[in-house]
Structures are given as structure tokens and as C-alpha cells.
């Protein structure tokens, strides 16, 4: 399953970041962080629940660049 | 000489600075809250800066007088102040840092650098603080100029491609209501008055009106439409109320399609993007390293090799100043703004591009297939000439298009076309219709016959064979040969210069392949300058010929195929990349292709391929520029050369250039 969702980041550098850590996620196949139009689309594994999965990885971008935001 | 640069710098920052504050309240101005926030603190640093930079030394030195020291601490005060003003986000960011162990992110660099620089200051008590406030501040303007350009693009590009129909209107109780498109359900009837966006592909039921298809094909030829035609989502409704029956839901018409697939093209990454994000992984730590190693091997090697002083401080300046230059900016926001102004600029030239990838694909393609009907020719059977007319040109097409008016056979149709007036039956008489020979009949009492060379010889007709590739219907009239019409798949208008657009743009070998027959295909291919032809080819005969192409070919020089998209889909997915054409409301070429031409005009396949080489050419240019220069800066910094001044600058001022030079990416108009 794949779902994409609203971000806010400053800046391009802090974008790859943020995707570096979404893909290292539990539960996330892939991720695609796209600082132009703001956008992450994740690909889940079976059997994960996006909701939880998402949480854990808006932790992780908070954690590698504080001033980002990733709308659930 | 430098304190007077350094004073007019900061003068002009302080009216800068101002001058946006006051534009910003302007609602045009589109600045973000944050924007303005940093707008007010580096206004407020910049006066204050200015301030202490023209405050005269001897104003501190008589509280010195007053009181010991008094003068020394209010004057770090003043600036350690400032440099709160302006820093104090920063060094918090960089403590975060610290705590989530990123170390090698760009704040903690510059909270380094900065207060490196203020303690090297104290140590070596010259009271130089400004240079670590300015390069704080010249940072910070740095992203704000950063962060305002890309919002300012990102609004720019998605004006372009504003195509998003905000309603549609249902007729409810006798009343138009305005409701959320995706609420429509495929078969309803909504109604678009001029002016008005087509919100969902469908039929027309009632009204006629032109079109406007410049947002999805970015040419403003207009297009009539009405009752019982098909219409696209997207267009626009220039002169007529239509009623429209809908065919899809909004999800699968057109334009939400598209707006998908631009929205999501930036997502598939460009091998030049992949570079970069590795370089700046890789380049960061690196700088680091150095700097690190710079402060402290050769003072240790002075000190114990030598027998020198160590100039420690003179080893940490320049280490600091090399960490000041460490920050890949220019690169990670260059390179991406680059490919999303370039699709951008090509989705507004009714190309769309699926992905950055496919974008420098384009760039590199050297080896041009082609379908032929469809893509080169009109694929609609037209009368093409007549020759040997005993009448006027005219008169025959309309005998032909008389005779053949009862018959329903393309052939008739395109005779009808070419008569281009209303046909009246009751002229026509006797009609008999021979199969596989043609028609007879009598026209205003006359007696012609229509059809090939096998009817002629049947009425005893001597006919004149025609050289040239088509259908050809030979005329008798009262029993004379009269002449013959060629009917045939006509060339598209600008399909020769295309192919000469393309050589000119580089391209070094043109092939068509075709399932026609082979004197056709020859003859076209000809016409329009084909290096290589391959005809009377089926479907797998094409991937065949793609595919020997491909082994053939060197690695670098990519294929491209460009089709119809509707039976050329796996020739589409075989090539290096798959362009299909006169995509309006074909789904299967959407989906088959890489690269999508709105309408089918082949002139813009030469198109979109300057356009993307345009933008790789302003990909290339601002890597080396950004690496180039950062290269200069940090040897000129290890050789002390270089100071934090310069760094700053440098770091800055790329970043800013490489910027605006992405944004020229998205003007493609002219190419």
C-alpha cells in the first residue's frame, strides 16, 4: 500500500534527511520525500498499519531534523 | 579600507531588509510568517551591527576611564547581544543536533564556526566580533533568500499548471449548484458556462462552444465542440453553455491524471540528483575532517618538526573558515529546483515528463524511432490529388463524391470531406454498386463511374497508372476517362521540419517503423527525410527492430520511440524511453509512455527535447559552479588566503546564483 502525505521542511538537504529516515522505519518499503512540492509518499509493508507506522516515522524525521512537520 | 566596505555592506542589508519588512505587508508579496519573523531579526542585527561598527572606540575606552573594564564588557556585551539576535536559532538547532547525534548538520557547522571565531576574538583580545556576527548573518540571509525563492517557484510552477478544476455544476430542482468534482459520478450531467474549467471528461449533450486547450497542450488553438462530441477535462470554456454528459469519474478523467502524474514526476530521481545527495553525504564529513586536521597538524608538525611556533589561532582561523565553506547548500537546493522548474516548464508546454530521470534520459537520446500513422501522418485517409482531370479538380471530387454517397466506406468519407458541401441524394441515380470493382451511377443524368483499374478495364476504359502510394480511384464520365483521385494517409503539416528540428538538435539517426505497405512507407519516409525504414512490420515485429536497435547502439546514446501510445505500448515500455503522442483523453498512452506529448503536433518532440537538454545544461553548470568555487574557497582558506569574510560570500553567493539559474529552467517558451 502506498499513501503520501503533506510535509513541511525548510530546507533540501533536510529533505533527503527526512527520507533516509522514513525508509529506515519499521514497516516502510520505500519512501519518497519530494521538497518541491512538499510531499512524502511511503509504501508500507504487508501486514503494518499505516497509522502506527506513520507516528513512528514522524519520530524519526523529528529526530534527524527538528524543524520539520509531517501532517497524519 | 575594510571597515568602510564592511559599514556601506551593512547599510545596504539594513535598507534591504527594511525595504522587504514594508513590501511584506504587501498580500502579493506571499511571504510566510517565518519569513518575516527572520526578516525583523536580521534588520534588527544588521542596525545594531552598524551601529557598534560606527561607534567610535574612544566612546568605550573613556567608560574604561570610569570604571576598569567597564567599557570592554558593555562593548562584548553589545555584541554578544547581536550575535544572539541573529544566532540564537541557530545554536539551538545545533544543540538538538548534538542531542539526536547529527553532528554533521549545517547549524552545528555554523555554530561552530561562529563561536570559534568570538573565542578566538577573546583569546587574541583584537575585538574583532563582527566577523562572526556577519557570517551569521550573511547565513541567514542566505536561507531566507533560499527558503523565498523556492516558495516564490513552487507558486510559479503550480500556476502553470493550474488546470485543477475547483467545482463543477450539477443541475439540482432547476437550479445549478456548485459541488466538489470528485462528488460527480460518471454518467451524471453537469453544466460548464464560458469562462468556466471542464471539470470531467464526458459527452456533450447540448451547445456548442470553443475550447481552449492551452493549459494541456500549451497551444492556444481553439477547438470546437458540440452536441454529441467528446470532450476533454481541463480545457476551458471560452463562448457557450454545454451540457455535458460524464463519461468518468474526476479521479480517472484527464485532468486529474495528469495533475498526478506532474505531481508525482519529481518523486522518481534523476541520476544527477542521486549524485548529489551522495556528494553532500560524503562532501560534509569530509570538510570536517579536514578542518579538523587542519587546526591541528601543522601546528603539531611546526611545533615538534620545526621547532617553530605553533600560530595556533592562525590554524584554527582557517580551520573555521573551511567549515564556514562545508555547507553543500547551493548543490542540494539547485539540483532538484532545476528538474521541477524544467517539468514544470515543459508541463506548460503540453509536454509532460513522468520524472526527473526521464528528463535527463531525453537529454541524451541520439537514436529517434517513429510509428508512422498516427505519429508522422494524420492517420485519417484524405484526398491527396487529382490527376489527369479532364475538368476542374473540383468538379470530379464532387462527381466522385456523389456517386460514392451511399456508401459508408472511409474511402466515401474522405471524398465527402474533400467535396466539403452538403451532398443532394436526388442528383444521384441508377446507383450500382460493384463489389471489389467501384461504383457506378448517374449524376444530373449523366453516367460515371468510380472505382480502380479492374472497373475500368470491366467498361473497356483506357486509364493512366498512377506513381503515387495510396488509394487511387480512377473516374470515367459519359464514358471518357476523366482522371484519378489519390486518396491517402497525409503527412502532418510540420512533420518534415520536425525531423529536420531533430537533426539539427543533434539526433543522429531517424527510423520509421510501420505496419504499412512498403511503397507507402518508403514514399513518406522520403517525404520527411527518414534515415531507415522498416514496413509491413506486426506489433512484435516493432519490438524486434527495437530491441536489435538497442544492443546495436552504444551504451550512452539512448533510443527514444515515439507513438501513439494506443497499440504501441510495449515498443513504448522497450525503449531507453517511450514518447507518445496526442495524448488528449488516451489513457493507454499516459500509461505506456515516459513522456507525453498533449497534442500531436511532432514538432515538440524536438521540443521537449531542448527543453531538457536545457535544463541538464543548467544542471552541469551548477554542479561544477558550486563545487568549483567551494574547491577555490577551501584552498585559498588552508592557505590562509581566504578569510571567513570571503568564505561566507562565497557560500552565499553561489548558493544564490545557482538558484536563480535554476528558475531559468522553467522558461522554455522560446526553444
Known amino acids: 500500500m502506498k499513501k503520501t502525505y503533506k510535509i513541511d521542511v525548510d530546507c533540501a538537504n533536510c529533505a533527503n534527511k527526512m527520507e533516509e529516515a522514513a525508509r529506515k522505519t519499521a514497516g516502510v518499503k520505500d519512501a519518497t520525500v519530494n521538497f518541491m512540492t512538499l510531499k512524502m509518499s511511503v509504501e508500507f509493508e504487508e501486514g503494518h498499519e499505516p497509522k502506527t507506522v506513520m507516528e513512528q516515522v514522524r519520530k524519526n524525521c523529528k529526530r534527524v531534523e527538528d524543524d520539520c512537520e509531517v501532517y497524519l | ?671
Open chain 2, 1 to 671: 579600507m575594510q571597515e568602510t566596505i564592511v559599514s556601506v555592506l551593512l547599510a545596504v542589508i539594513v535598507g534591504m531588509a527594511a525595504g522587504l519588512l514594508l513590501w511584506g505587508r504587501n498580500e502579493k508579496s506571499h511571504m510566510t510568517k517565518k519569513q518575516k519573523k527572520m526578516l525583523g531579526r536580521i534588520l534588527a542585527a544588521a542596525t545594531l551591527l552598524l551601529a557598534l561598527q560606527l561607534t567610535p572606540e574612544a566612546a568605550f575606552h573613556t567608560l574604561d576611564a570610569l570604571v576598569p573594564g567597564l567599557g570592554y564588557g558593555a562593548r562584548l556585551a553589545l555584541y554578544l547581544a547581536d550575535y544572539l539576535v541573529i544566532g540564537s536559532d541557530i545554536l539551538i538547532k545545533a544543540g538538538k543536533g548534538i542531542k539526536n547525534r547529527q553532528i554533521f548538520d549545517e547549524s552545528f557547522l555554523m555554530a561552530i564556526a561562529t563561536v570559534g571565531a568570538i573565542v578566538l576574538a577573546l583569546y587574541e583580545q583584537s575585538g574583532d566580533y563582527t566577523e562572526a556576527i556577519a557570517v551569521m548573518l550573511f547565513y541567514q540571509i542566505g536561507e531566507w533568500f533560499q527558503s523565498y525563492a523556492v516558495g516564490k517557484s513552487r507558486r510559479n510552477i503550480s500556476e502553470l499548471m493550474d488546470i485543477r478544476p475547483d467545482y463543477a455544476n450539477v443541475e439540482r430542482n432547476g437550479k445549478l449548484e456548485r459541488v466538489d468534482p470528485e462528488e460527480v459520478g460518471a454518467g451524471s450531467v453537469i453544466v460548464v458556462q464560458p469562462g468556466e474549467k471542464v471539470p470531467i471528461d464526458g459527452t456533450v449533450l447540448e451547445g456548442h462552444s470553443t475550447l481552449n486547450t492551452a493549459a494541456l497542450t500549451g497551444e492556444s488553438l481553439p477547438r470546437d465542440v458540440a452536441a454529441g462530441e467528446e470532450i476533454t477535462s481541463g480545457c476551458i470554456n471560452m463562448t457557450g453553455v454545454l451540457k455535458i454528459q460524464t463519461s468518468k469519474e474526476f479521479g480517472e478523467s484527464t485532468v486529474s491524471k495528469i495533475l498526478d502524474l506532474v505531481e508525482n514526476a519529481s518523486s522518481r530521481k534523476s541520476k544527477s540528483e542521486d549524485f548529489i545527495s551522495k556528494f553532500a553525504r560524503i562532501y560534509t564529513p569530509v570538510v570536517c575532517i579536514a578542518a579538523l586536521a587542519l587546526a591541528l597538524f601543522p601546528p603539531l608538525v611546526r611545533m615538534l618538526g620545526m621547532g617553530l611556533d605553533g600560530q595556533w589561532d592562525q590554524w584554527i582561523y582557517r580551520a573555521l573558515t573551511f567549515l564556514v565553506i562545508s555547507c553543500p547548500c547551493a548543490l542540494v537546493i539547485s539540483i532538484p529546483l532545476s528538474f521541477f522548474a524544467g517539468i514544470g516548464g515543459a508541463s506548460n508546454a503540453g509536454v509532460l515528463v513522468k520524472g526527473s530521470n526521464y528528463l535527463e534520459t531525453l537529454s541524451q537520446v541520439k537514436i529517434m524511432m517513429f510509428d508512422k500513422t498516427g505519429t508522422l501522418t494524420q492517420g485519417v485517409f484524405e484526398v491527396n490529388g487529382v490527376h489527369h482531370s479532364e475538368m476542374e479538380n473540383a468538379k470530379l471530387i464532387e462527381y466522385a463524391a456523389l456517386v460514392e454517397s451511399s456508401s459508408s466506406h472511409p474511402i466515401s468519407k474522405s471524398l465527402r470531406r474533400a467535396y466539403g458541401k452538403e451532398i443532394d441524394r436526388s442528383r444521384v441515380t441508377d446507383v450500382q454498386e460493384i463489389s471489389g470493382n467501384g461504383v457506378l451511377a448517374k449524376v444530373d443524368g449523366v453516367p460515371v463511374a468510380a472505382g480502380n483499374d479492374k472497373l475500368m478495364e470491366r467498361l473497356g476504359v483506357s486509364y493512366i497508372n498512377c506513381h503515387s502510394a495510396g488509394t487511387i480511384i480512377h473516374m470515367a464520365v459519359n464514358g471518357e476517362y476523366a482522371g484519378h483521385i489519390v486518396i491517402s494517409d497525409i503527412i502532418k503539416p510540420h512533420a518534415q521540419d520536425a525531423v529536420a528540428a531533430l537533426k539539427a538538435a543533434g539526433i543522429r539517426k531517424t527510423v520509421m517503423l510501420t505496419g504499412d505497405r512498403k511503397k507507402v512507407a518508403d514514399q513518406v519516409g522520403a517525404a520527411l527525410g527518414i534515415d531507415e525504414i522498416y514496413s509491413e512490420l506486426l506489433p512484435a515485429g516493432k519490438v524486434e527492430k527495437v530491441e536489435e536497435a538497442m544492443r546495436e547502439k552504444p551504451e550512452k546514446a539512448k533510443l527514444a520511440f515515439v507513438g501513439d501510445g494506443i497499440n504501441d505500448a510495449p515498443v513504448l515500455r522497450r525503449a531507453d524511453i517511450g514518447i507518445a503522442m496526442g495524448a488528449m483523453g488516451s489513457d493507454a498512452a499516459i500509461e505506456a509512455a515516459d513522456v507525453v506529448l498533449m497534442d500531436d503536433d511532432p514538432m515538440k518532440i524536438a521540443k521537449a527535447i531542448k527543453i531538457s537538454r536545457k535544463c541538464l545544461g543548467i544542471v552541469y553548470q551548477n554542479i561544477v559552479f558550486a563545487i568549483g568555487v567551494k574547491l577555490i574557497c577551501l584552498i585559498l582558506g588552508a592557505l590562509g588566503i581566504a578569510n571567513m569574510w570571503l568564505a561566507i560570500f562565497a557560500d552565499v553567493g553561489v548558493m544564490i546564483l545557482a538558484v536563480l539559474n535554476a528558475i531559468r529552467a522553467l522558461f522554455v517558451k522560446k526553444l
